[in-house]
């Protein structure tokens, strides 16, 4: 195996797993919207990160823990509809993007480019993915009461403000990575997909968490290794892959419930 | 006195919701907060517990372990988790071990075969029954319930409040809770503190102060209680 595709396939496998395991926590609705919003305040910092030679996710990172800083202190400050917020952070970095991505060389801002990534980026990946997977094994169970009702969190103690906002710069660093793997237009797929096919064959928090994980990361083994032999882009190639799996195992259920 | 509340005010949004709140409970005892939608029940027990500004005093004479039940904490709200009822109980802290929990779940009358059941596939009582055991298992000292479903049949002919009848007879408990039920009030509670929008409040043991003109100042219609005995 060269080196090139294990260096791809040790950071797809981490950022894929990482975005699943997290995403399993997006259950509430207020919380499913927001990635979509943040990878897409993402192109801007791509453009600059492409526009001076820097590496993508120097540039993007700055935009998007702007922009995760922003949707917490305005949903706390205005009390608008998170669905409203992300909305105009969504309109804002696709508007901004579109102002100075040099289109000719927009193909790593859109759709990833998990196929050049570097030694030094991937250590970088392995390390971040590492710090997410702790944190969020420390806020998992104080996040999921938060889901369920957050005064039954609050009267249990839980800083129900502080651990949004941790969760929100965990999606911050997932999204960012995301960007290397699948490209600005399509990171929210990473953390949604995984645990909506876990969701449909799991029955308890383990499992749930486990095959989000490995869906996440499977589905971009299989879409690193079809690029490989069949040379379509990459990030396409993984949402793709999930959305398939998604839709095996809704059939699967389907079946079973029959 | 474990609680004690003097000129108690609450604005939310600008709006005045509690104004001038006085009363007090004491160890040991129930006290049901009794008033029509809207008159600030929910507000007063969230403000009680820390979660909302407030202007008057709320003393407590000790720290206190506290258990609540929210308004609203229904099935609904896991039923698209998978989540078993195992997963509920280890989202507390600390994580209760496993015997602690089936000691619990045998006091709200559930057996240790429920705990691998997704909490979406419970009946309606047993789910009542394990939120029982949930909030119960830290070992609290106060319990707020906020509107515990009060018409579900638990199964077997209890309610929740026969079941919570039972549990105090195990356990040092005083109670806090928040129903529309005038059978639960006389049959239930020490104490009845009533709210309504129009500033009256009334506070003392359901049979002094439940006349019913106090009922209807506080519900702006004619009620009559009829009670059983």
Same mark, same amino acid.
């Given at each position: *195996?060269?080196?090139?595709?294990?260096?791809?396939?040790?950071?797809?496998?981490?950022?894929?797993?990482?975005?699943?395991?997290?995403?399993?926590?997006?259950?509430?609705?207020?919380?499913?919207?927001?990635?979509?919003?943040?990878?897409?305040?993402?192109?801007?910092?791509? #453009?600059?990160?492409?526009?001076?030679?820097?590496?993508?996710?120097?540039?993007?990172?700055?935009?998007?823990?702007?922009?995760?800083?922003?949707?917490?202190?305005?949903?706390?400050?205005?009390?608008?509809?998170?669905?409203?917020?992300? #909305?105009?952070?969504?309109?804002?970095?696709?508007?901004?993007?579109?102002?100075?991505?040099?289109?000719?060389?927009?193909?790593? =801002?859109?759709?990833?480019?998990?196929?050049?990534?570097?030694?030094?980026?991937?250590?970088?990946?392995?390390?971040?993915?590492?710090?997410?997977?702790? *944190?969020?094994?420390?806020?998992?169970?104080? *996040?999921?009461?938060?889901?369920?009702?957050?005064?039954?969190?609050?009267?249990?103690?839980?800083?129900?403000?502080?651990?949004?906002?941790?969760?929100?710069?965990?999606?911050?660093?997932?999204?960012? *990575?995301?960007?290397?793997?699948?490209?600005?237009?399509?990171?929210?797929?990473?953390? =949604?997909?995984? #645990?909506?096919?876990?969701?449909?064959?799991?029955?308890?928090?383990?499992?749930?968490?486990?095959?989000?994980?490995?869906?996440?990361?499977?589905?971009?083994?299989?879409?690193?290794?079809?690029?490989?032999?069949?040379?379509?882009?990459?990030?396409?190639?993984?949402?793709?892959?999930?959305?398939?799996?998604?839709?095996?195992?809704?059939?699967?259920?389907?079946?079973?419930?029959? | 006195?474990?609680?004690?509340?003097?000129?108690?005010?609450?604005?939310?949004?600008? /709006?005045?919701?509690?104004?001038?709140?006085?009363? /007090?409970?004491?160890?040991?005892?129930?006290?049901?907060?009794?008033?029509?939608?809207?008159?600030?029940?929910?507000? %007063?027990?969230?403000?009680?517990?820390?979660? %909302?500004?407030?202007?008057?005093?709320?003393?407590?004479? !000790?720290?206190?372990? @506290?258990?609540?039940?929210?308004?609203?904490?229904?099935?609904?709200?896991? !039923?698209?988790?998978?989540?078993?009822?195992?997963?509920?109980?280890?989202?507390?802290?600390?994580?209760?071990?496993?015997?602690?929990?089936?000691?619990?779940?045998?006091?709200?009358?559930? $057996?240790?075969?429920?705990?691998?059941?997704?909490?979406?596939?419970?009946?309606?009582?047993?789910?009542?029954?394990?939120?029982?055991?949930?909030?119960?298992?830290?070992?609290?000292?106060?319990?707020?319930?906020?509107?515990?479903?009060?018409?579900?049949?638990?199964?077997?002919?209890?309610? @929740?409040?026969? %079941?919570?009848?039972?549990?105090?007879?195990? $356990?040092?408990?005083?109670? @806090?809770?928040?129903?529309?039920?005038?059978?639960?009030?006389?049959?239930?509670?020490?104490?009845?503190?009533?709210?309504?929008?129009?500033?009256?409040?009334?506070?003392?043991?359901?049979?002094?102060?439940?006349?019913?003109?106090?009922?209807?100042? @506080?519900?702006?219609?004619?009620? $009559?209680?009829? /009670?059983?005995?």
């Amino acid at each position: *195996m060269n080196t090139q595709l294990l260096l791809s396939l040790i950071s797809g496998i981490c950022i894929s797993g990482v975005a699943g395991y997290l995403g399993t926590l997006m259950l509430s609705k207020k919380m499913s919207v927001i990635a979509g919003p943040l990878a897409h305040l993402a192109l801007p910092g791509a #453009a600059i990160a492409i526009i001076f030679g820097l590496s993508l996710f120097v540039g993007v990172f700055p935009f998007v823990l702007l922009g995760t800083i922003l949707i917490w202190a305005l949903e706390r400050k205005t009390r608008l509809p998170m669905e409203n917020l992300t #909305a105009i952070m969504f309109a804002f970095g696709v508007g901004t993007a579109l102002l100075i991505l040099p289109i000719d060389k927009a193909d790593a =801002a859109l759709i990833g480019s998990i196929n050049t990534i570097s030694p030094i980026e991937t250590a970088v990946v392995i390390l971040i993915s590492l710090s997410v997977i702790y *944190m969020t094994n420390k806020m998992y169970s104080k *996040m999921m009461l938060t889901n369920i009702h957050e005064d039954l969190a609050r009267s249990s103690g839980i800083n129900i403000d502080l651990y949004n906002f941790l969760y929100l710069l965990n999606i911050g660093l997932v999204v960012s *990575m995301g960007v290397y793997l699948v490209g600005g237009l399509i990171t929210a797929a990473l953390i =949604a997909i995984p #645990a909506a096919i876990a969701k449909n064959i799991s029955s308890d928090l383990k499992s749930y968490k486990i095959w989000a994980t490995i869906s996440g990361a499977g589905a971009t083994i299989i879409g690193i290794f079809l690029n490989y032999f069949y040379n379509f882009p990459t990030g396409p190639l993984i949402v793709v892959t999930g959305a398939c799996l998604f839709l095996i195992t809704v059939s699967f259920k389907i079946l079973k419930h029959e | 006195m474990l609680l004690k509340v003097n000129n108690l005010s609450v604005d939310l949004d600008g /709006e005045n919701i509690i104004k001038n709140l006085s009363f /007090e409970v004491s160890k040991g005892e129930i006290m049901t907060i009794l008033g029509p939608n809207g008159a600030g029940k929910s507000v %007063l027990i969230r403000t009680l517990l820390g979660f %909302l500004p407030h202007k008057g005093e709320i003393t407590w004479d !000790k720290k206190y372990k @506290i258990g609540y039940l929210p308004q609203g904490l229904n099935q609904l709200l896991t !039923k698209d988790l998978p989540l078993t009822v195992k997963d509920f109980f280890n989202l507390k802290e600390p994580i209760p071990d496993k015997n602690e929990i089936v000691r619990y779940l045998s006091m709200v009358g559930l $057996k240790e075969d429920v705990l691998s059941k997704n909490t979406g596939n419970l009946s309606g009582g047993e789910f009542q029954r394990v939120l029982m055991a949930w909030v119960l298992i830290g070992d609290p000292d106060i319990l707020f319930l906020d509107e515990p479903t009060t018409g579900i049949d638990l199964g077997g002919g209890e309610t @929740i409040y026969s %079941l919570l009848k039972k549990i105090r007879e195990e $356990k040092d408990l005083t109670i @806090i809770l928040i129903t529309h039920d005038l059978n639960i009030v006389y049959g239930f509670t020490d104490k009845v503190l009533c709210i309504s929008r129009k500033e009256h409040a009334c506070f003392g043991k359901p049979h002094e102060v439940m006349s019913p003109q106090n009922l209807e100042d @506080i519900f702006g219609t004619k009620l $009559k209680y009829y /009670e059983h005995k």
